[in-house]
Structure formats: C-alpha cells, structure tokens
C-alpha cells in the first residue's frame, strides 16, 4: 500500500483551496462529470469518491445508489470537507460521509467497494499510477476504477486571447513544478495500463461553455481563481509580475463579455478492473 510518507507520490494540490475553488467545484455534478460510467452504477453500490472537493459529484452518486447503497467521499483538505458536509445537510443527505484523509491511504477498508472515482485529483499528485494502484485496492471483487482528468494542452478558445494563453502557460508551468501534470487526460490510458490495471474502456468527453450564461459564469470563475487562489503564488514563482497575474484576470472578463466566445475543455476518462478482480 502506497501511503503519504511516500514523498515521490506527493505533489501541492495546485488550484489550492479558497472559496473560489471550492465554489468553482462545487456546481460540478454527475451528469457533466460521470456520464462515462453511470450505466454502470446500481442501487445499492458502494461508492468510494476520492478527492471529492465539495462533495456536488458525490452527492449526486449517493442519489443514485440510493438508501440502500454506501458513499464515501474524501479529501485531503478539511475546508473541501467541511463544504461538503454543509452541502450534505442542505440535501438533507444523512447517509453520505464525508472524511479527511488521503489519496493513498484512504481512512476505508480496502476491497469493499464497487465503484471507485476520482474526477481531475490525477493530475495533482506526483504519482498517479500509484494513485490507480491503490484505488483498485479499494475495488471488492469485480469493482471498478474509474478517473477523468482534464487536459490543459487540449484546451481551445475563441476568439484568440494572448491573456488566456498566458494563462495556460503559466497554471502548467506551475502545476509541473509542484509536482503535477496538468496534460493528464490524454496519460489516463497509460497511467492505468503502467499500474496493471485491466483497462475496459478509454475515453474523452468535454466541457463547453459558449452560452450567454455558461460563458459569463466561467469567465468570473477563472478570473476570480486568477486573482485568489494558488494561481497568483505559483504564477509569481514563475517570474509573473501582479500586474502581469491582473491583466490575466482582466482577459478572462474580457473574453467571457464577448457574444463569440467558445471555450472547450476535454477529459480523459477510463474505466478499469484490478487484474485480480
């Protein structure tokens, strides 16, 4: 079992965990993130979320599996699960649970769930394929891994913005240097493959925001992650002046106020078995 004293599998969560990231998370859901699986889960499956955030996707899946099903969602960071406690009690989810705890040693009794998620946590941690080894650890027997992670390289926009380049230059210089890989969803394949898991399928979807609405919340989103979490530290190691990290911010207000925009973002996904199940 991989744990957290293993220093070459730990890597600084890069977005970090402000109120503008977790809210940014947090209208996530099942249907936008899970849709590459839920075909596959069942009433009464047991769930095992890890690097839940604020629980929106969790909550979801909970709902699914319904009362008589167990979801367990964890994360490193007690603020991402102090949120998703809070989100649980609006729901009036009484069975959900919510715990600290981490990625490669999650406080849960191995092999007895059969379902086990991660949604863009891969791409933080310095060694994902020991990440997917433990979670097929997690699986009971004929359980299933499932990730989907982003792919920063992948983006595409319009129209052209050299502020919103910057701004990919920058976050992946930045997640590499503590240790991430921000271009993970195009390596979930070979990550799973590395850590011998039985691969069923490998896949991709997205998410586009080019609606009136979905363009002004995703553009307020980055811009306020620009100026308040993680971004503005890590953009400083790299060499980036304030004014350099606001007219980053300031393009992403600018580009979510044109009609024309379109911006894409894709996903690696894969579902996959321990060879042993």
């Known amino acids: 079992m991989i744990t957290a004293t293993d220093d070459s599998a730990l890597a600084d969560y890069s977005h970090g965990h402000d109120q503008s990231v977790l809210a940014s998370h947090a209208v996530r859901t099942a ?12 009433p009464g499956h047991r769930v095992l979320d890890l690097g839940c955030g604020p ?5 979801d899946l909970a709902r699914i599996v319904g009362p008589t099903g167990q979801v367990v969602g964890v994360d490193a960071a007690p603020a991402a699960i102090e949120a998703a406690t809070r989100a649980a009690a609006a729901r009036g989810d009484e069975r959900t649970r919510f715990l600290v705890g981490d990625v490669f040693a999650p406080p849960v ?16 941690l310095a060694d ?7 979670m097929g650890q997690m699986c009971a027997p004929g359980g299933v891994v499932v990730a989907r992670d982003a792919d920063y390289a992948g983006m595409h926009w319009f129209p052209a ?24 969803g195009r390596r979930l394949l070979s990550w799973a493959n590395t850590a ?13 925001y080019a609606d009136d609405d979905s363009r002004s919340w995703w ?15 890590q953009a400083a190691e790299q060499g980036c002046t304030p004014d ?20 894409c973002m894709p996903h690696g996904e894969i579902i996959a078995s321990p060879e042993w199940t």
């Open 31 to 42: 249907a936008d993130s899970c849709g590459y699986f839920l075909d596959r889960l069942k």
């Open 161 to 184: 913005s050299a502020a919103l380049s910057f701004w990919r230059e920058i976050y992946s210089a930045g997640a590499r240097a503590h240790g991430g890989e921000p271009d993970a």
């Open 196 to 208: 011998g898991l039985r691969v069923i399928s490998a896949g991709a979807s997205t998410w586009t």
């Open 55 to 59: 629980g929106s996707i969790t909550l």
């Open 244 to 263: 350099q990290v606001e007219q980053i911010a300031q393009g992403w207000e600018h580009w979510g106020a044109n009609p024309d925009g379109w911006f």
């Open 128 to 134: 994902p394929v020991a990440a997917l080894q433990v």
């Open 219 to 233: 553009a307020r989103s980055q811009a306020e992650r620009v100026r308040r979490s993680n971004f503005a530290a």
């Open 109 to 124: 009794e191995a092999g007895t769930f059969d379902v086990v998620h991660a949604h863009q946590m891969l791409q933080h």
